[in-house]
């Protein structure tokens, strides 16, 4: 069995060949990066113009690389939720549009549940049932994940998920987009210790929920001051930049972590896989690591390679083939978050 999966939810246009076997026979990203750096974030509209522009380039040199034609597909694959409307809409009309020329079916890829299937992908062993840990720009999310298809919705970011922070603090510090690499980098040279930056909900034992905005209000506070959002005026040191981006980062981590635990503990489910973007943040995966150690219980982390918006995830999409979950062509986007 061999299909197309296309993603599309926010800045990355991608394709992918996979197999029912999980072989991966092309990957393509287009990345956005470059179009976005200037606003220091995601603009949908601009995201939206360069799918259209890019989808088709894509799908053509995936298929390329996998040596298949596109009748040798059994379905075509795509996410249709969450992530943003026009953004979603490009790559669901490829979609559809493939699927009545070539007469294949279609499957809906949830983008969440796509990143916890990556530590399938790449660990080439059963990970269900987990705990599902996904960071991304746009989502900080807790899911009980009985199988492939089956999610519970255990917890997630109140207001802002930890990867729109961690933008959000590089530009206030002057650091380039996207903030994640950027912040990682110089908090390197940083004192994680050097600012004590609020960890919400860190100790509250019932819940599983994060809060990201007022950490970043606090770190707008230690640069400029209550009142003062010029940051062009502010002059800060290498060593004061660093300092401030180690101990954000280890804000951040702490209640990634924290509440990662929480949810091992509360459900009994002695495995927790992680993904997103985020999740490429070494000191997040070096973190988890020892978490998993300490308390004893399975940890999985999605490659570097699939932490970042990729179709190869869109690999889950052979779980629903196989049982029998194919879409008709009314399928539509829904751009929120889906919380089941």
Known sequence: ????????????????????????????????DKLHERFHGVVPEIAARAHVERILPVIDEAMLKSGKKLEELDAIAVANTPGLAGSL????????????????????????????????????????????????????????????????????????????????????????????????????????????????????????????????????????????????????????????????????VDCLVGKGQLAVKRTGVRRLCVGGGVAANRNLRERLEKAANDDSFQLHIAPISLCTDNAVMGAIAIERLKAGLIENLELDVVPGLIRQ
């Open 1 to 32: 069995m061999i299909i197309l999966t296309l993603e599309s939810t926010c800045d990355e246009t991608a394709a992918a060949v996979v197999t029912d076997q999980l072989e991966v026979l092309s990957s393509v990203v287009a990345s956005q």
């Open 89 to 252: 809409l490009v790559g669901l009309v490829a979609a559809k549009t493939l699927c009545v020329a070539l007469n294949k079916p279609l499957v809906a890829i949830n983008h969440l549940y796509a990143h916890i299937y990556a530590c399938r992908i790449a660990s080439g062993e059963e990970i269900f049932p987990c705990i599902g840990l996904i960071v991304s720009g746009g989502h900080s999310s807790l899911y009980h994940c009985h199988d492939p298809i089956q999610f519970d919705y255990l917890g997630g970011t109140i207001d802002d998920a930890a990867g729109e922070a961690f933008d959000k603090v590089a530009s206030m510090l002057g650091l380039p987009y996207p903030g994640g690499p950027a912040v990682s980098k110089v908090a390197l040279k940083g004192n994680p210790m050097a600012h004590r930056f609020p960890r919400s909900f860190l100790k509250d034992k019932d819940r599983l929920d994060f809060s990201f905005s007022g950490l970043k209000t606090a770190v707008r506070y230690e640069i400029a001051g209550p009142g003062r959002p010029d940051f062009e005026n502010v002059k800060l040191s290498e060593q004061q930049i660093a300092d401030i981006a180690a101990s954000f980062q280890e804000a951040v």
